[in-house]
C-alpha cells in the first residue's frame, strides 16, 4: 500500500513563499513520477506540477510556471513543491500524488495524498 503524507501547508501573506513536502512510504519511490495537484473550494481539481522519477526533468502548468519549482530526495522518498511569490488565486488544498507512468506531460496518477491547506492572503 502506497502512502503519501504531505506537510508544510499554512497561511501566508500575498508575496511569500511556502515549501511543502511529501513523504512517500511502501511503495518504490524513486520508481515514480511525482506530481502536485490542487483543489481551490468550489473548483475542480487543477494539475500543478510534475517531477520524473529521477529528478531531471519537470513540467508545471502555466499558472504557477516561474513561481512554483518541484524537487525530489530518492534517498529520503520525499518530493517537494517550493511556491515563491505567491497570490490569493494560489489558495488551495494541495496533493501530492505518485504516478507509474513515465510521460512527463502526462497528468494522471495512481495514488494520492491527503492533503494539506495553502491559503494566501491579500
Known amino acids: 500500500q502506497v502512502q503519501l503524507v504531505e506537510s508544510g501547508g499554512g497561511l501566508v501573506q500575498a508575496g511569500g513563499s511556502l515549501r511543502l513536502s511529501c513523504v512517500t512510504s511502501g511503495g518504490s519511490f524513486s520508481s515514480y513520477a511525482m506530481g502536485w495537484v490542487r483543489q481551490a473550494p468550489g473548483k475542480e481539481r487543477e494539475f500543478v506540477g510534475r517531477i520524473n522519477w529521477i529528478g531531471s526533468s519537470t513540467y508545471y502548468a502555466d499558472a504557477v510556471k516561474g513561481r512554483f519549482t518541484i524537487s525530489r530526495d530518492n534517498a529520503k522518498n520525499t518530493v517537494y513543491l517550493q511556491m515563491n511569490n505567491l497570490k490569493p488565486a494560489d489558495t488551495a488544498v494541495y496533493y501530492c500524488?505518485?504516478?507509474?507512468?513515465?510521460?512527463?506531460?502526462?497528468?494522471?496518477?495512481?495514488?494520492w495524498g491527503q492533503g494539506t491547506q495553502v491559503t494566501v492572503s491579500s
Open positions: 500524488a505518485a504516478s507509474l507512468g513515465t510521460s512527463i506531460f502526462s497528468r494522471d496518477f495512481n495514488y
